[in-house]
């Protein structure tokens, strides 16, 4: 069998890919493809799947943004809300401690209340995401201070970057380990 395949998606948008997996944007959803583990590919279980196949929880959504990390997905709607699935923080009663666990859907993440979001970006067991106004959050393990935080302490939901709350962030490259944020 060949590495390369051909596929085909209706008005594409969007695209992101990742070691394992790819998400791609068209005018029916959001579809998914690659090796399924931790939930990655959002279709409610851990298979692998070869071709590209509709997200049935995001079908008829308008979507601005995909992004795929190591172990999770995540995408922005028209309507700046935020969904994200695989690998998933959790709180612990100890402060910079987290759980982790995985979603096999999609599940709505809120930076605030009322809070539009503008893009996401999916690194390793982390993730970081920017409402209209440039605002920046992160959240997930903090342990070689990839959060910006100030810190290696990990969260499990979205917190403000402090350390950039007078700069309007306009686009995140959340890689391995670090961030990088354009201003």
């Not at 279709?43 to 308008?62: A, F, M, N, S, V």
């Not at 601005?64 to 997905?73: I, L, R």
């Not at 402090?162 to 686009?171: C, F, G, H, I, K």
């Given at each position: 069998?060949?590495?390369?395949?051909?596929?085909?998606?209706?008005?594409?948008?969007?695209?992101?890919?990742?070691?394992?997996?790819?998400?791609?944007?068209?005018?029916?959803?959001?579809?998914?493809?690659?090796?399924?583990?931790?939930?990655?590919?959002?279709?409610?279980?851990?298979?692998?799947?070869?071709?590209?196949?509709?997200?049935?929880?995001?079908?008829?959504?308008?979507?601005?943004?995909?992004?795929?990390?190591t172990y999770h997905?995540?995408?922005?709607?028209?309507?700046?809300?935020?969904?994200?699935?695989?690998?998933?923080?959790?709180?612990?009663?100890?402060?910079?401690?987290?759980?982790t666990s995985f979603?096999?859907?999609?599940?709505?993440?809120?930076?605030?209340?009322?809070?539009?979001?503008?893009?996401?970006?999916?690194?390793?067991?982390?993730?970081?995401?920017?409402?209209?106004?440039?605002?920046?959050?992160?959240?997930?393990?903090?342990?070689?201070?990839?959060?910006?935080?100030?810190?290696?302490?990990?969260?499990?939901?979205?917190?403000?970057?402090?350390?950039?709350?007078?700069?309007?962030?306009?686009?995140?490259?959340?890689?391995?380990?670090?961030?990088?944020?354009?201003?």
């Amino acid at each position: 069998a060949s590495a390369w395949a051909h596929v085909h998606i209706d008005d594409p948008i969007a695209f992101s890919s990742n070691h394992f997996h790819s998400l791609a944007v068209g005018r029916r959803g959001v579809f998914s493809w690659g090796r399924g583990t931790l939930g990655v590919l959002g279709h409610g279980g851990e298979e692998d799947e070869d071709r590209p196949r509709l997200i049935e929880k995001l079908e008829g959504r308008l979507l601005d943004s995909v992004s795929c990390g190591t172990y999770h997905s995540a995408v922005v709607t028209a309507e700046g809300k935020l969904y994200v699935w695989g690998w998933d923080a959790l709180d612990t009663a100890e402060e910079g401690v987290i759980e982790t666990s995985f979603a096999t859907l999609p599940r709505p993440i809120a930076l605030g209340v009322g809070m539009r979001v503008a893009g996401v970006s999916c690194g390793c067991f982390a993730t970081a995401a920017w409402d209209v106004g440039g605002k920046l959050f992160t959240w997930g393990r903090g342990d070689s201070g990839q959060l910006g935080h100030g810190s290696t302490d990990s969260v499990a939901h979205p917190r403000p970057v402090e350390a950039l709350r007078s700069t309007r962030t306009a686009q995140v490259v959340f890689g391995g380990l670090a961030t990088e944020s354009a201003h």
